[in-house]
């Protein structure tokens, strides 16, 4: 086996052992390169079909290039697409975009860091509790529905990868959160030769990580290997940009990069070229503890 046979035989067993363990399971999807190598991991997995949901939280600021491929490949593969989104918090301008024109000092001005709190933290929390309403994608008419299940989903397999970002290496494969979804960092089990603590109280919040193990390169490497479909943002177009994480329009910006197509990201992050810039450096509203901060009180 070579380094991502071995990579790829971990996530499906982490995959299995989640699916294994809890009832109410389901799959967090970003849309982004590494949560749709994790759901490529999980169709293997299942041979084919994932039998939990895909969950994705909308907030309203996506670029459209991002929502068309999240429901094409919802409906190409038959996932059980659910959306969960603040759309009164975006309707009533409690958004960082909306709040830009008001004087500094006004309470009602949000940082970034505060529009993420409202718009993916909160509203990821709410949503796996069933306190909003979630919405299902109708995979024959794709048109999105009020989805009749309310009940809260205890399981949530996200795509963190430990070499991301500073407080992803803090994970574990199998990670606890209390019942609003906070997690301290201090309190989490140890993990050695693959056993892992899969045996927690019933209603427990639990985050699983398949590809705790993985990196940037290796994702990349899988993707072409795999032959992943993966959104354009992440290749240059033509204006010497692209983007190397995705997330929301205004609070990110794309890198000076020439790579068109697979050969050429993978060459460019084998250059070391990038070495000295984060991956997320685009994300404008990580901060230096933005992102921390936001994880320990329930985000991805």
Same mark, same amino acid.
């Given at each position: 086996m070579d380094q +991502?046979?071995?990579l790829e035989a971990q996530s499906v067993y982490i995959l299995r052992e989640a699916y294994r363990h809890f009832e109410r399971l389901c799959m967090l999807w970003s849309i982004g390169k590494d949560s749709t190598v994790m759901l490529w991991l999980a169709r293997?997995?299942?041979f084919g079909h994932v039998?939990?949901?895909l969950m994705h939280i909308d907030t309203s600021y996506k670029l459209p290039e991002m929502i068309a491929y999240r429901d094409r490949l919802a409906r190409e593969f038959n996932l059980r697409m659910i959306v969960g989104a603040d759309a009164a918090a975006v309707k009533e301008g409690r958004t960082f975009p909306l709040t830009q024109h008001l004087p500094d000092g006004d309470p009602r001005? +949000?940082?970034r860091v505060?529009?993420?709190g409202i718009l993916k933290r909160d509203a990821l929390n709410s949503t796996l509790s069933g306190e909003r309403q979630r919405q299902r994608l109708n995979l024959t008419t794709g048109v999105y529905e009020p989805d009749p299940d309310r009940e809260p989903y205890h399981?949530?397999?996200a795509g963190v990868r430990a070499d991301e970002e500073g407080s992803r290496s803090k994970e574990r494969?199998? $990670?606890p959160r209390d019942k609003s979804g906070t997690w301290d960092v201090g309190d989490q089990p140890p993990e050695f030769w693959n056993q892992f603590k899969t045996d927690y109280a019933p209603g427990t919040h639990v985050r699983i990580h398949p590809l705790l193990d993985w990196t940037e390169l290796t994702i990349w490497e899988y993707i072409k290997r795999e032959n992943i479909p993966v959104v354009s943002l992440y290749f240059d177009q033509g204006q010497g940009t692209r983007y190397r994480s995705l997330g929301c329009g205004p609070c990110q910006s794309p890198i000076r990069s020439n790579a068109k197509n697979l050969d050429d990201v993978i060459a460019e992050l084998k250059s070391g070229q990038l070495r000295s810039i984060a991956e997320? $450096?685009?994300r404008l509203q990580d901060g230096k503890h933005g992102l921390e901060e936001l994880r320990r009180e329930g985000y991805m």
């Open positions: +991502l046979d071995q293997k997995a299942f039998p939990f949901p001005k +949000l940082t505060q529009c993420c399981g949530v397999i494969y199998f $990670s997320r $450096s685009g």
